[in-house]
C-alpha cells in the first residue's frame, strides 16, 4: 500500500454530484395510495409472484430477504401481517417520471439511472448551501409524491453513491450526506466498509482484503497502477472517483441501447407448439414497442424457451436458436415472423411425455439506430408502409392502454392461459381511468 492519497479538498468542495433515489421504492408507491400501510411490514414480489424483491424496513426486520420464495415465507407473512403485492411496473413507471419531473426543478441536469435512483448536478450551488437544497430536495419530493428518499451529494458518482449509502443508515444524518464537505469526506471514508463502494462486488472485495483494505479511506489510499492490475481499469477509476476526480460524466441523455429482451416465465406450463407461437409472438410484439420508443432497430432476433428444473421428474430440454433478417426494423410483423421461425426451426414433438415448458423469450443484441441502418439489396422491407401501420398502433395503445391493439398471432392479453400472474396487484391508480381512487365519505 502506498502512502496517503492525495485527496484535493478544494476539488471536494468544487463539482457536486447528487444522488437521489426512493426508499424501498415499489412499497413505497404502494403506501402512498394507501395510508393504512404505514408502518406496516410490506413486500412487493417478482413476476408471477415469484420471489420478494422489495421490503419495507419493517419487512427486512422480521427476516424477509432479498430474493426469498413466496412459497417459503407465504405463511410467515400470514402469521406477522406482512402485506403483500403483485409487481404493478405501469404505477412505479409513472411514480418515478413524476419524481423525476420534480428533480428537473432543482437541477438544471437530470440522469435517470434506473427506476428509482438519478443523478443531479449541484455544481451551481454554494457548498454551503447543497445540505439545505438535499433536505428541500427530500421534503418537496415527499410532499408532492408521497415517495420518501435519501440524497447523497459528492464531487464524483462513486462518492455520490457512497454518500446515499450513508444517509440512508445513519439516522442522525436525516437523510441527506454531503461528501463534498472536506469534514465530512474525512470523517465517514474511515468508517464504511469497502465493500460498500460502487462496484466492488465479493470477487474484488477478496482480492482487496488480501492488500490489506478494509475501509473506503483504505481504498483510496491504495496506489492505483497495483490495483488496475488485479481488478482492470475499473478498480482504477473506482480509486480515481474516490479521491474526488470525476471518471464517470453525468450526462442528460441516456446512453443508446445496445440489446433488448423480452423474458417471462409461464404462470402455467406450455405443452403444445401453437401456445408457444403464441408466447414469443407476443414477445416479439413488445420487442417492436420498445425498439420503436427509441427510434432503434435490429436485424436479428434470438429465441429460446426451456422446462423448468424444479418439476421433478419431467423431461427436460432447454433450447435457443437466432434468425438473421433481411435488415434492421422495428415493424412488430416482421419480428412476429422471425419469432415464430424461431420456435419452427426448433420444435420437436414430444413422445409419450410432453414437454412442460416454463419460460420463453426474445433477444436481440447490436441494435443500431433505424434511420441511419443499411438497406437490404435483396428482401428489402416495405418502411414506408410499416413506419405508419406501427405509429398508428402505437398511438392507439398509448390512448387505450397498452394491449389495445395488437396482431392476432399474439392473442388478446385477458385470454392468454399463460400471462404472467399478478394476483395481488393493487390498481394502476395514475394510468388507468377505471383504476383511479376513489373516495368514499364516512
Not at 407476443?282 to 429465441?303: D, M, Q, W
Request: proline content about 6%; hydrophobic content about 40%.
Amino acid at each position: 500500500m502506498s502512502g496517503p492519497a492525495p485527496r484535493q479538498r478544494d476539488r471536494i468542495g468544487g463539482r457536486a454530484i447528487a444522488l437521489i433515489d426512493g426508499n424501498s421504492f415499489y412499497c413505497s408507491c404502494e403506501r402512498v395510495f394507501d395510508p393504512k400501510l404505514s408502518g406496516v411490514p410490506v413486500i412487493v414480489l417478482s413476476n408471477n409472484d415469484g420471489c420478494a424483491i422489495a421490503r419495507t424496513a419493517e419487512a427486512k426486520s422480521l427476516g424477509i430477504k432479498m430474493g426469498d420464495p413466496y412459497f417459503k415465507i407465504r405463511d410467515m407473512c400470514r402469521v406477522k401481517g406482512v402485506r403483500v403485492f403483485s409487481s404493478n411496473y405501469t404505477l412505479y413507471g409513472d411514480m418515478s417520471g413524476r419524481a423525476n419531473a420534480v428533480y428537473r426543478d432543482f437541477s438544471p441536469m437530470v440522469e435517470i439511472y434506473s427506476i428509482d435512483e438519478s443523478f443531479l448536478d449541484l455544481s451551481d450551488v454554494h457548498p454551503d448551501r447543497r445540505l439545505e437544497l438535499g433536505r428541500d430536495l427530500r421534503s418537496t419530493v415527499r410532499a408532492w409524491t408521497g415517495i420518501p428518499t435519501c440524497v447523497g451529494i459528492g464531487p464524483t458518482k462513486t462518492l455520490a453513491k457512497l454518500a446515499n449509502h450513508i444517509a440512508k443508515r445513519i439516522a442522525p444524518l436525516d437523510g441527506v450526506c454531503d461528501l463534498t464537505d472536506p469534514a465530512e469526506y474525512e470523517h465517514w471514508l474511515c468508517r464504511i466498509p469497502a465493500g460498500e463502494v460502487w462496484g466492488i462486488g465479493r470477487a474484488s472485495l477478496a482480492k482487496l482484503e488480501a492488500m490489506g483494505v478494509d475501509s473506503v479511506a483504505d481504498l483510496a489510499d491504495l496506489d492505483p497502477r497495483p490495483v488496475r492490475k488485479a481488478l482492470t481499469v475499473v478498480g482504477e477509476r473506482i480509486i480515481h472517483e474516490l479521491r474526488g476526480l470525476s471518471c464517470l460524466p453525468l450526462g442528460a441523455l441516456p446512453a443508446q441501447r445496445k440489446g433488448c429482451a423480452v423474458t417471462r416465465s409461464f404462470s402455467t406450463r406450455i405443452e403444445d407448439r401453437a401456445t408457444l407461437e403464441q408466447a414469443v409472438s407476443a414477445h416479439a410484439t413488445r420487442l417492436g414497442e420498445k425498439l420503436r420508443r427509441e427510434g432503434l432497430g435490429t436485424n436479428h432476433v434470438s429465441v429460446f424457451y426451456h422446462t423448468s428444473e424444479h418439476d421433478r421428474g419431467a423431461p427436460m430440454r432447454s433450447v435457443s436458436t437466432t434468425v438473421t433478417l433481411p435488415e434492421a426494423t422495428n415493424d412488430t410483423l416482421a419480428l412476429i415472423k422471425a419469432a415464430r421461425l424461431g420456435v419452427a426451426k426448433t420444435w420437436r414433438e414430444p413422445g409419450s411425455r410432453p414437454w412442460r415448458f416454463s419460460k420463453a423469450g426474445i433477444v436481440t443484441t447490436d441494435l443500431m439506430l433505424l434511420d441511419a441502418s443499411p438497406r437490404a439489396l435483396i428482401g428489402q422491407l416495405d418502411r414506408e408502409r410499416s413506419g405508419p401501420l406501427m405509429a398508428a398502433i402505437d398511438a392507439c395503445n398509448a390512448r387505450f392502454g397498452r394491449g389495445s391493439v395488437v396482431p392476432a398471432r399474439a392473442g388478446m392479453e385477458a385470454k392468454r392461459t399463460w400471462s404472467t400472474k399478478f394476483e395481488m396487484r393493487t390498481p394502476r391508480y395514475t394510468t388507468q381511468v377505471g383504476e383511479l381512487p376513489i373516495a368514499v365519505a364516512g
